[in-house]
């Protein structure tokens, strides 16, 4: 006996649900990187890989899932932009006390002056960082929307 398998279950649940799924494990991969997210970077291209094959199945032409699978890089990224901004953005009025060093929190002196490295860490952390799980995102879509469309050139197939 053969169980076939219907894509359109696995990939076609709520988009709340999937959003939900995905605000959860971007929480954890930032947790796991105490802080920094390159486990969310890497989140990124699991992220791409399913945010296409949702379009694939659920958008009609390959311009459409192409574009839709645009959209759920920026989401994702949005995602990390405010989890990274509730994580880090409290160091922000740091960088303007006149009587606060810097050097003295255990940040990388990056830039080899305190106050410049506290204020390239955060843009890396808040601006940077996401921006990167933006690109990851998008090259796992579109590598994955290369396979689909080289395997399946007239559109999603339909189990009966």
């Known amino acids: 006996m053969r169980i076939r398998h219907d894509p359109a279950r696995t990939f076609g649940q709520n988009w709340i649900g999937a959003l939900v799924a995905y605000v959860v494990m971007d929480v954890l ?7 920094v997210p390159l486990f969310c970077i890497l989140l990124g291209f699991l992220a791409g890989w399913f945010g296409a094959m949702r379009a694939w199945y659920f958008v009609p032409g390959q311009v459409g899932a192409m574009r839709r699978s645009l959209r759920y890089a920026l989401v994702t990224s949005l995602v990390t932009v405010a ?42 952390m808040i601006l940077i960082s996401p921006f990167l799980q933006f690109l990851m995102t998008l090259f796992g879509s579109f590598v994955t929307l290369l396979f689909v469309f080289r395997r399946w050139p007239e559109g999603a197939p339909r189990v009966p």
């Not at 991969?29 to 802080?35: E, H, K, S, T, V």
């Not at 050097?103 to 843009?123: D, H, K, Q």
């Open 29 to 35: 991969c930032a947790g796991l990187g105490m802080g």
């Open 83 to 124: 989890i990274m901004a509730a994580i880090w953005g409290r160091l922000v009025p740091l960088v303007f006390h006149p009587v606060i060093n810097p050097g003295n929190m255990g940040l990388p002196l990056l830039l080899y002056e305190p106050r410049a490295s506290l204020i390239g860490w955060l843009v890396l």
